[in-house]
């Protein structure tokens, strides 16, 4: 059972033995509400309203979430999820790709209203079918649809991207200070297995850009929200790096990537890549 419970009413994923409501999880509607709201920000002040996304994160394990994009975003005049996020037709999509792919690589379950792989410009309309004529008619909708699946396969193939979700030890931040340039990193992770991910929330391309990284080894993309194939720009980045011994965000060892504008990078350990 899932709860879709907007309070801080304490328990609710508690056992009732424990004096809890009992239920598995809980809507975050607090996550849901403060993410909407900074990436309807135009990029240029979104530096200001950078805690909006990390401020979740100071609360994440007093339940057990999921995280919606729900029906309730999506009608009564709302505007459909495209149409909520800053900026031309480009930079909507662009928003819109990285925005799920923050969902599906933070912790939380995800709850995906339908139709949002198809990105349609009108919000919901419960006495019409979804618009399952954009693929045909629109590329660039084929192509979110592409990536919304390519994001899916990512997720079922990553257990750190879902294992350890509601366990402190399943996550953390390389960095989470970087207002000035409005980039977040962090870690998943199941144990030995890890992931990460940078966002860089502005349209601005940042080269020679350095995190920490969690271990001296070589990694790859496994995913960049700009790619061509989805839409993106295709700006040049680093697919492969190795981590140099070089402390960095309190790492013993970094990487230095090339962040695409409006982007999600998604990095993974090379089989075999121990430094």
């Avoid at 801080?8 to 809890?20: C, E, I, K, M, R």
């Avoid at 996550?31 to 530096?47: E, G, K, N, S």
């Avoid at 030995?192 to 940042?206: A, D, G, K």
Wanted: proline share 5%; with cysteine; aromatic share 10%.
């Amino acid at each position: 059972m899932i709860a879709e419970e907007s309070t801080a009413w304490p328990g609710v994923t508690t056992l009732p033995q424990q004096g809890g409501l009992g239920f598995e999880f809980k809507w975050n509607m607090g996550w849901m509400h403060d993410t909407l709201q900074f990436f309807a920000l135009d990029p240029i002040h979104r530096r200001w309203h950078h805690d909006q996304l990390t401020f979740a994160m100071i609360y994440e394990y007093t339940e057990r979430f999921a995280m919606p994009l729900s029906h309730d975003e999506v009608v009564h005049g709302k505007g459909s999820l495209l149409n909520k996020m800053a900026g031309d037709e480009w930079q909507k999509f662009a928003n819109l790709r990285m925005l799920l792919a923050y969902m599906l690589t933070r912790p939380g379950k995800k709850l995906l209203f339908m139709g949002t792989e198809l990105a349609p410009s009108s919000e919901w309309d419960h006495d019409a079918s979804l618009q399952w004529n954009l693929l045909r008619d629109d590329h660039r909708r084929e192509q979110h649809c592409q990536y919304v699946a390519r994001l899916a396969r990512l997720y079922r193939e990553r257990s750190e991207l879902w294992r350890r979700d509601c366990e402190p030890e399943g996550f953390n931040w390389i960095s989470a200070e970087d207002r000035e340039n409005s980039v977040l990193s962090y870690v998943r992770r199941d144990g030995e297995l890890h992931t990460v991910v940078v966002l860089n929330l502005t349209p601005v391309p940042r080269d020679n850009y350095r995190i920490g990284a969690p271990a001296r080894m070589a990694y790859r993309e496994v995913l960049n929200s700009d790619a061509r194939q989805w839409g993106g720009s295709g700006h040049h980045t680093r697919e492969h790096v190795t981590a140099e011994r070089a402390a960095f965000h309190g790492f013993p060892q970094s990487i230095v990537l090339t962040l695409p504008p409006l982007s999600a990078l998604v990095l993974s350990p090379e089989p075999g890549g121990g430094a």
